[in-house]
């Protein structure tokens, strides 16, 4: 499992011109799976993302978790995130779980956060076309990938 933390300011999703998802102070969070992916990663990766030092303190040092700013969050699920560009320009997504096994994780994966933040999280649509808008708030960009816990 694979995801990319965003600091962000303000944040929104849109599918067909309607805004599905709207937070300002908070985290969006890409996330994208692959078969090898179980309920432990998902327990791993929502602890490790809720509890994130990346907002700062009162002295401005990045000591805070979304948690404790009770920030808010999006959720999207991004295939993508497993493209495999080794070979020749055009990715492959070979590793991208298919719908049938990403929808449960990616399901799995929101009601694990909700209950890691101790509130509901906004989401897109799995296997929508969406507009993802956001101001990146410092820029603050992690990627986390659930196979390599450094």
Known sequence: MK???????????TIEGLKVAD???????????????TQEDIAWLTAKIANLRIFGDDNGVMNLSVKEID??????????????????????????????IAIPLYEQFIVQMETELGKKVQTGQFGADMKVSLLNDGPVTIIIDSKNKE
């Not at 995801?3 to 999703?13: D, E, K, L, Y």
């Not at 937070?23 to 992916?37: K, M, N, P, S, T």
């Open 3 to 13: 995801a990319v933390i965003q600091r962000v300011s303000q944040a929104s999703v």
């Open 23 to 37: 937070i300002q102070h908070g985290l969006l969070v890409l996330v994208g799976f692959e078969d090898a992916d």
């Open 71 to 100: 920030g808010e969050m999006i959720i999207v699920s991004q295939f993508t995130l497993h493209a495999l560009t080794k070979k020749g320009n055009r990715p492959s997504y070979i590793k991208a779980s298919k719908p049938e």
